[in-house]
């Protein structure tokens, strides 16, 4: 995990990696618990033998559910020491250009796109690249804002 001391520290690094996360296992019962949340039960999530005769070969993952996974992502790929307070401002896109099978590794790469000041901290938008173990196209591609307090 890289730290930065101060968020200020990042209006410099526009254009950088600020870290890459953890790996994280997609298993099938978090795609099991994920289609029972949100009510997307389509076979090729949730029934095991359907899905080994679909085209992946397995079940695979939604894309909404590896999106939903940034959070945890960016918990173990960097941190700021002054910021006592983060909200997720949204996304400006999001592409999932690879499946991503049950039993899967994946993980994230946090690029600063940009830093704008507000008041009480700032606003950074980070493209965030998200590759599958083994595999060289990556499973999700988002810019994600977030707003962080000082």
Not at 12 to 39: H, K, N, P
Request: proline letters at 6%.
């Amino acid at each position: 995990m890289n730290t930065y001391k101060k968020l200020a520290d990042l209006q410099a690094l526009s254009g950088t990696v600020l870290g890459s996360s953890e790996w994280i296992d997609m298993e099938q019962t978090r795609i099991d618990q994920f289609a029972a949340v949100t009510g997307d039960q389509q076979w090729i999530h949730v029934d095991p033998v359907r899905a080994a005769k679909g085209p992946f070969g397995a079940t695979v993952a939604h894309g909404y559910l590896t999106l939903s996974l940034l959070p945890v992502m960016v918990q173990s790929a960097f941190s700021i020491g002054d910021v006592r307070m983060s909200i997720n401002y949204g996304l400006n896109r999001v592409r999932f250009p690879a499946p991503v099978p049950v039993r899967s590794r994946l993980r994230g790469h946090f690029k600063l796109l940009s830093f704008e000041p507000i008041d009480g901290g700032a606003q950074i938008v980070t493209e965030v690249t998200t590759e599958r173990d083994g595999h060289p196209k990556p499973v999700c591609v988002a810019e994600s804002v977030a707003r962080h307090f000082i």
